[in-house]
C-alpha cells in the first residue's frame, strides 16, 4: 500500500520560504500525479497544485502561482512543495496525496476523491 510522509513545515516569518518534503513510498515512482493540498484552521481543505509525470504542474488555486512551485526526484520517490513569499494566510496543515499510475493530474471539480492515498499533513504557521 502506498504510503506518503510530508516534512518540512514549521514557523516562519511572513516573507520568508520553506521547502515542503513529500517522501513516497509503496508504489512505482514512475507516472504519477501527486498533489499538494492545505487546510487553515476552521476552514474547508483546498487544492495548492499538482505534478503529474505527463503534464507538469497544474495550479489549483490562484493565489499561489509566483509564489509556489512543485517539483519532484524520481530517484528519492519524493516530491517538493517549495513555498516564497509566505503570508500569514498561508497559514494551515499542508498534505500531499497521489493518484498512482496516473499520467495527467485530476481536474476540479471534487478532486479530493480522484486522490488515492494522502499524507497525515504538516503544519506550516506564518507569523506576521
Known amino acids: 500500500e502506498a504510503q506518503l510522509v510530508e516534512s518540512g513545515g514549521g514557523l516562519v516569518q511572513a516573507g520568508g520560504s520553506l521547502r515542503l518534503s513529500c517522501a513516497t513510498s509503496?508504489?512505482?515512482?514512475?507516472?504519477?500525479?501527486i498533489g499538494w493540498f492545505r487546510q487553515a484552521p476552521g476552514k474547508e481543505r483546498e487544492g495548492i497544485l499538482c505534478?503529474?509525470?505527463?503534464?507538469?504542474?497544474?495550479y489549483y488555486k490562484d493565489s499561489v502561482k509566483g509564489r509556489f512551485t512543485g517539483s519532484s526526484d524520481n530517484a528519492k520517490k519524493t516530491a517538493y512543495l517549495r513555498m516564497n513569499s509566505l503570508k500569514a494566510e498561508d497559514t494551515a496543515v499542508y498534505y500531499c496525496?497521489?493518484?498512482?499510475?496516473?499520467?495527467?493530474?485530476?481536474?476540479?471539480?471534487?478532486?479530493?476523491?480522484?486522490?488515492?492515498?494522502w499524507g497525515q499533513g504538516t503544519l506550516v504557521t506564518v507569523s506576521e
Open positions: 496525496a497521489v493518484v498512482i499510475a496516473a499520467t495527467r493530474c485530476p481536474r476540479p471539480p471534487n478532486l479530493y476523491p480522484q486522490y488515492e492515498y
Open positions: 509503496g508504489f512505482t515512482f514512475g507516472d504519477y500525479a
Open positions: 505534478i503529474s509525470s505527463s503534464d507538469g504542474t497544474t
